[in-house]
């Protein structure tokens, strides 16, 4: 971005969502009590590959939820549960066998049956 010109607005950071959660989203509280559930939603798309059939593309996002969202989603949804969510992009980094990774999830705003 060039320095001079002011930052517009309208940039936000928002993720929405269509699909079908893949992995059950369970409960569990923090050391302080703070309740928070991960889970996966997974997403398709068709495209044409290189000999110009269509193919379907499959994704799977990480989803992280914090508070009552958290407690919302594992009360009311299951695996299979086609939903709709908002949320927006986090990404972390840790440390595993003396190597630096990173995790992409988003972090869940809103969530409901689609």
């Known amino acids: ?3 001079n010109k002011p930052a517009p607005e309208n940039i936000t950071n928002q993720v929405f969502l269509q699909g079908t959660i893949d992995k059950e989203p369970q409960l569990k ?3 302080q009590g703070s309740s928070y559930c991960s889970f996966s939603i997974a997403t ?3 495209s044409k590959n290189a ?3 269509n193919q379907k593309l499959f994704y799977w996002h990480h989803i992280k939820a914090w508070g009552s969202i ?3 989603a594992a009360k ?3 695996k299979g549960d086609v939903v709709k969510l908002k949320g927006k992009l986090k990404t972390s980094s840790y440390e595993k066998n003396g190597a630096k990774k990173y995790d992409t999830s988003v972090v869940l705003t809103h ?3 689609a």
Request: proline share 5%; net charge positive.
């Open 111 to 113: 969530i409901r049956p």
């Open 44 to 46: 398709e798309e068709t």
């Open 29 to 31: 509280r923090t050391k």
């Open 70 to 72: 958290a407690e919302e």
């Open 76 to 78: 009311n949804f299951k």
């Open 1 to 3: 971005m060039n320095s």
């Open 51 to 53: 000999n110009k059939k």
